[in-house]
């Protein structure tokens, strides 16, 4: 029989009222627009959009997927357009053939799992209708079916391509037989000896297993039968990929794989499934934890069916599914399955239900009318909110909807996004304002002279572009406040005949007297305009000083606090604040300030004053609003804890020389962690009480005195 016959008959067997003419007319055109063109085994090209149409109606997908099938390559490789397709056929079939094109269009390399996920998803993003990927899986299995045409590195390419993109998507949507024999097709090309070896061993013991699988079956459908459950019993052994996979996993050869076959008992209802599962547990010993009842509860791609695993007849492993002939074509067709609803049928009322995965799935945000018409024109929008974009190397960058090549530069990398000057999508130059959409290759031009504008956050949908972006905009305005602070400040400074230059160390004094810890944050902060130039001023010549002004917001801070400590605490902190020897006093852990150390206090809404040294970094990332003056009272009988760091040599005694070190200064050690480097040194850290600033520097002066000790260090003790 002819090809294109075998179709029809096909079609016509799950279809009778299908318009065969319109599969006919789509055979003519593609015959004669792939005339002369042959494949690489030497058939006529035409052979191979055929046999992807005869998987199709397999599949018994509709009338359009048909002819899409049929027409699927004319506009890529004849000179056929896709609205003469729509003129020709219809619209829907020019729009399947034409989302077939495009996914072929999209440049694939060898993925990490990652990227093929996001590969995945943008397939399914830019199919927008379910057909164009089932028609594209069906051109894909036709080409896996005929790859021994190819070189060998082109096998070995497509089969990492079906392994990484295809066979998954096929997985997703439940299609069992195509999932399966893409996976042994691309097994048998991408590791060619490991699937000879295999093959051949299954093949050797294919009339042993024959023989075993027809006893079981028999036995099964007895036991079934004679309790009650009308049944056909199927056995078969697994498919190689998944005997290889196992064999990998388990760590065991081919002939210690015992449940490489399994049986499957097709009931009519669901009631005989679950009796069904009675017999076979009453019949041989279930193996404990094997059973999953996915009948009450289904999978996400709707596969209904009840698995278990006993102790055979032979004393094996046998792994058991129950299922009803219904929940079998969906197991096998996966969402193809559905289609037969669309044969006039009375649309039953549980057909909803069995929908919902699909329309979450699909996530539609249309009102559909009936299940039928939902999957005859959904647009698939599984995605909705992300779009899927290539990097210039083919690597797939996911990103929110409506994103901007601006937040597709940081997504590359953040100097990307800050020189950021323009872009090109699918080779056009496009505006920083451009949408991106799925499937574009976006290349980023930068400039040296580049940088972020206020602009940039009113385009941009990435959290990561906007972070940046407020980033490198504030240290615009850093540098433009420094600039300014000078300005102010040597302005004022020449009215009195100084500059800058000539009053470095009264400016060094006026910063600390103004809080700040260098003169380049007081001209900062001059800059800012939170210290005056005035200020500045009195402060560097003091014979101009008046009354400093207290920071208003602190004051007013500190009062509230007040109120809150309780008044008889006793000085024990060492501390005074503002003047006041009994607020709630915490040391920072990240610095661990000593009586003697400079230090500064900061406000903690509930928790008191926080002290940190001047220079801690992390003090200076702090609100300046919220600071507030603190000094040592001297009265402090408080041991400080702080650790010490200290690199020496790993060799034996040492150790003991260092504690002893400690104790000569009347120390204690509260932990110690030591820890040998590869390079024959140790690194010790120990945490030790000290009483003040002078205590420690006399315990890092001993230790570094230490023969074999390279190098002593005050370091944080939360590090
Ligand atoms: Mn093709």
């Known amino acids: 029989m002819h090809q294109l016959d075998q179709i029809l008959s096909e079609v016509a067997g ?47 997908l509709d009338v359009a997927s048909v002819c899409a099938g049929i027409l699927h390559d004319c506009v890529e490789d004849t000179s056929a357009t896709v609205d003469q397709l729509g003129e020709l056929f219809g619209k829907e079939v020019a729009f399947l053939v034409d989302g077939v094109t495009k996914l072929g269009k999209l440049p694939y390399s060898t993925r990490e799992e990652q990227q093929a996920e996001n590969f995945r998803k943008m397939l399914l993003a830019m199919a927008r209708d379910i057909r164009v990927i089932l028609v594209k899986l069906c051109d ?57 070896q295999l093959a051949s061993d299954v093949a050797k013991t294919r ?6 699988i027809h006893t079981v079956e028999k036995l099964i459908a007895k036991e079934m039968v004679d309790n009650g459950v009308p049944c056909e019993v199927m056995g078969r052994a697994k498919h190689l990929w998944s005997i290889y996979q196992k064999m990998k996993r388990t760590q065991r050869p081919f002939e210690e794989i015992h449940d490489a076959i399994g049986f499957r008992v097709i009931t009519d209802t669901q009631m005989h499934c679950y009796q069904g599962l009675g017999v076979a547990h009453q019949t041989w010993t279930p193996i404990p934890g094997r059973f999953k009842d996915y009948i009450a509860l289904p999978k ?4 209904q069916s009840l698995h278990t695993a006993v102790i055979g007849p032979r004393g ?124 574009d290759t976006i290349e980023i031009i930068t400039s040296p002279n580049q940088k972020p504008n206020k602009d940039w956050l009113k385009l941009v949908k990435t ?10 905009l ?12 000078t300005d102010l400040i040597d302005k004022a400074l020449r009215k009195h005949n100084t500059s800058m230059g000539r009053a470095e160390k009264q400016l060094l004094l006026a910063a600390k007297e103004l809080k700040c810890v260098t003169v380049d944050e007081l001209v900062i902060q001059v800059g800012y305009g939170k210290i005056t130039p005035q200020q500045v001023l009195e402060h560097t010549l003091p014979e101009l000083k008046k009354a400093e002004p207290e920071p208003v ?26 003047g006041e020897d009994d607020i709630l006093v915490r040391y920072a852990k990240c610095c661990t300030p000593l009586p003697g150390d400079p230090i500064t206090g900061f406000i903690t809404r509930g928790r008191g004053v926080t002290v940190h040294r001047r220079d801690c970094d992390k003090g200076l990332d702090l609100d300046p609003e919220r600071r507030i003056d603190v000094e040592w009272d001297g009265l402090g009988k408080v041991q400080h804890e702080v650790a010490i760091q200290i690199l020496c040599a790993d060799k034996p005694g040492l150790l003991a020389h260092i504690s002893q070190s400690f104790t000569d200064q009347n120390v204690n050690i509260s932990q110690a962690h030591c820890r040998a480097t590869e390079d024959g040194r140790a690194v010790n850290t120990f945490h030790a009480l000290v009483k003040d600033l002078d205590q420690l520097k006399s315990v890092i002066r001993s230790l570094s005195r230490i023969k074999g000790v390279f190098s002593v260090d005050r370091v944080a003790a939360d590090a």
């Open 14 to 60: 799950y279809y009778p009222s299908a318009d065969l003419a319109l599969i006919r007319r789509a055979y003519q055109f593609a015959a004669q627009a792939h005339d002369g063109q042959t494949r690489k085994s030497g058939d006529p090209y035409v052979t191979h959009p055929l046999a992807v149409a005869q998987i199709i109606a397999e599949l018994k």
């Open 140 to 196: 894909r299995l036709d080409n896996m079916r005929s790859l021994n045409h190819l070189p060998p590195e082109k096998q070995e390419r497509i089969a990492a391509e079906t392994m990484q993109i295809y066979a998954p998507l096929a997985n997703r949507l439940g299609i069992q037989w195509v999932k399966v024999e893409l996976e042994d097709l691309a097994f048998k090309y991408s590791h060619p000896h490991e699937y000879e």
């Open 207 to 212: 009339a042993e297993r024959l023989e075993y």
């Open 300 to 303: 996400p791609n709707l596969y």
């Open 316 to 439: 094996e492993r046998i792994e058991v599914q129950i299922r009803t002939g219904d929940m079998n074509l969906v197991a096998e067709h996966g969402i193809a399955a559905h289609w037969k609803y669309k044969e006039g049928r009375p649309v039953a009322a549980d057909d909803d239900k069995k929908f919902a995965w699909l329309r979450q799935l699909m996530e539609s945000q249309k009102e559909l009318r009936d299940p039928t018409e939902f999957l005859e024109s959904v647009k698939i929008d599984l995605f909705g909110d992300e779009v899927y974009v290539f990097t210039p190397g083919g690597d797939v960058k996911a990103l929110p909807k409506g994103s901007c090549p601006i937040d597709f530069a940081y997504a590359v990398h953040s100097s990307i996004g800050d020189h950021c000057s323009g872009a090109r999508v699918n080779g056009m130059i496009v505006a920083l304002r451009y949408q991106l959409r799925n499937g």
């Open 463 to 472: 959290a990561r572009a906007r972070t940046k972006i407020r980033w490198e």
């Open 474 to 485: 504030r240290q615009e305005q850093r540098e433009k406040a420094v600039l300014l602070g």
């Open 553 to 578: 917001k602190a004051e007013s801070m500190l009062k509230t606090l007040l109120r809150k400590v309780t008044r008889n605490r006793t000085s024990s902190s060492g501390i005074k604040v503002a």
